[in-house]
């Protein structure tokens, strides 16, 4: 993705929010409210790509204001076990585990923006005459990908929600109530398989975009989900075993030797879908919060190793990888260098320092702008992983938990063959491969649905509590649709 590439983005997401900040005030739905800017055929890829500001997002605008994969750690990653802090505290009530409707609640506007973005280009390129079928077609199916990520990652979030597939082209912005997790789980298939059947073929054109690869990995991920937390069972893990063996016989894919050039390694092999950062084009992405800053580490005998920035703006020093999740790594696991390394006063042992996403040093100061990786084919294999021991083929579920085990150089698995056993070490394994990935809530919750952990006895913060696993509609979103119901438990 070249300058250019991002300037139409920015370009097209100038032109999506303009005009609709008052509607947003008082709707939440969407805020498409204006349809002539399709006049030509060539005005419809740079809408889609403008969509992509959704998915990737900003740190800088914080977690709440945009639905980018970069800005949601909260949503992600911090109820889970993986982090504590460090020098400071950047972690909102979500890691505290005290979660109201008043504190720490879901806004969604954002992520109905984006959702009503999709809606408008798949009405208005319905009927469109465009020279080339091929664009037309993949344009469609990248617009249907991009709703399904976004319902997605809205029912990991709350549960049910409210399902719009209507473009709006007016104010007058329909009141819907919360639509069931499953009925929306059954659109989001519906759009994905809609996608595969568009997308005029089979490769990844993109890693910055969505492709028929990239589909299929967000399908197989949505019926794991599917299977474990909304009772599809045995079908949906079929499902995705299908999904995945079509990303598996992809040209091109393959583990990368060196787990340091996973994360570090612009659209390498291993990548299959990613959200691109640029220093002088697009801010810091949400590792800023985990890199060191050198008036904080003043004194460190091993302060060469440790991805400290200058400025306290480009490294916040506020997340450190959690003793918990460290546990998680045999001694020899070839990913800990590239995971965390500690800092040492003399011989005293401080901050556990992240590594995982270690920005870039440039001459002035080092900044967090590695992309980050929404599916790559280590967490691929792991998906197949699940899925197999999900219908007790525990046998083939540990043929694909090896092959990241070896790439680690941790050897082959040598535990319980029992179901119980392997999808305790898939988890485990998720939890060293993907570690600091925006991965680690959202594992929690299904495989505490799926009856392998009990997660408010794993997670050290959820411990005494009952807290729900979803989060609640914060108070603006229920007061500007009536037909909205709160969350259960709140």
């Keep these: 993705m070249n ?10 997401f100038l032109l999506m929010t303009t005009g609709c900040d008052k509607l947003l005030e008082s709707k939440t739905e969407s805020s498409i409210t204006d349809a002539d800017y399709f006049q030509s055929e060539n005005d419809f890829d740079p809408y889609v790509v403008g969509i992509y500001i959704f998915l990737r997002g900003s740190a800088k605008t914080g977690p709440q ?27 909102t009530q979500a890691w505290t585990q005290n979660i109201s409707p008043t504190t720490g609640a879901f806004d969604y506007t954002n992520w109905y923006k984006a959702i009503g973005n999709c809606n408008l280009l798949l009405a208005k390129i319905e ?52 639509s069931p997790a499953k009925d929306v789980m059954t659109q989001i298939i519906a759009d994905l398989d809609q996608a595969l059947s568009l997308f005029p073929d089979k490769t990844i054109a993109s890693k910055y975009r969505f492709s028929y690869v990239s589909a299929q990995a967000l399908k197989a991920d949505a019926k794991l989900w599917s299977a474990k937390v909304l009772g599809g069972g045995s079908n949906d893990f079929n499902d995705a075993i299908t999904a995945l063996a079509e990303v598996e016989k ?9 787990f340091k050039e996973v994360t570090t390694t612009r659209a390498n092999t291993e990548v299959v879908l990613a959200a691109y950062f640029n220093r002088d084009e697009c801010g810091a992405n949400y590792g800023l919060n985990a890199l060191p800053y050198q008036t904080g580490i003043t004194g460190a005998t091993n302060i060469d190793s440790l991805p400290y920035c200058i400025t306290t ?11 918990q ?38 001459a002035d100061d080092r900044v967090s702008d590695n992309d980050i990786i929404v599916y790559r084919l280590g967490e691929i294999y792991l998906m197949e992983a699940e899925a197999y021991a999900g219908i007790s083929n525990t046998i083939k579920a540990i043929e694909y938990l090896n092959k990241t085990r070896n790439r680690a150089g941790i050897g082959n698995y040598t535990g319980g063959t029992d179901k119980a056993s392997v999808e305790k070490e898939i988890l485990d394994e998720r939890g060293r491969e993907l570690f600091f990935e925006n991965k680690r809530w959202f594992d929690l919750v299904r495989f505490h649905k799926g009856g392998t952990i009990n997660v408010y006895a794993y997670v ?13 509609l914060a ?4 007061a500007n649709n009536g037909q909205l119901l709160q969350t259960d438990g709140y």
Excluded: H
Excluded at 67 to 89: H, K, P, Q
Excluded at 315 to 323: L, V
Excluded at 475 to 478: K, T
């Design 3 to 12: 300058k250019l590439l991002l300037i139409i983005i920015g370009s097209c």
């Design 65 to 91: 204001n945009i639905t980018g994969v970069a800005s949601n750690i909260t949503y992600g990653t911090e109820r889970s076990e993986e982090l504590v802090s460090a020098l400071n505290s950047r972690f």
């Design 127 to 178: 009927n469109f005459n465009f020279t080339s079928d091929a664009t037309k077609k993949r344009v469609m199916a990248e617009a249907y990908s991009l709703r399904a990520y976004f319902y997605f990652s809205l029912i990991r979030i709350i549960g049910d929600a409210p399902l719009m597939l209507q473009s709006i082209s007016s104010e007058n912005v329909p009141q819907l109530p919360r």
């Design 250 to 258: 992809t040209a091109g894919l393959s583990l990368r030797t060196d």
């Design 313 to 323: 703006s480009n490294g916040q020093g506020a997340y450190q990888i959690s003793p």
């Design 325 to 362: 999740s460290k546990a998680l790594f045999p001694s020899g696991d070839k990913r800990i260098p590239f995971t965390w390394v500690t800092e040492r006063q003399g011989t005293t042992l401080k901050i556990s320092w992240i590594t995982k996403l270690p920005g870039n040093k440039y």
């Design 460 to 472: 050290p913060n959820l411990v005494g509590k009952t807290t729900p696993l979803f989060w609640p």
């Design 475 to 478: 108070a603006n979103v229920m």
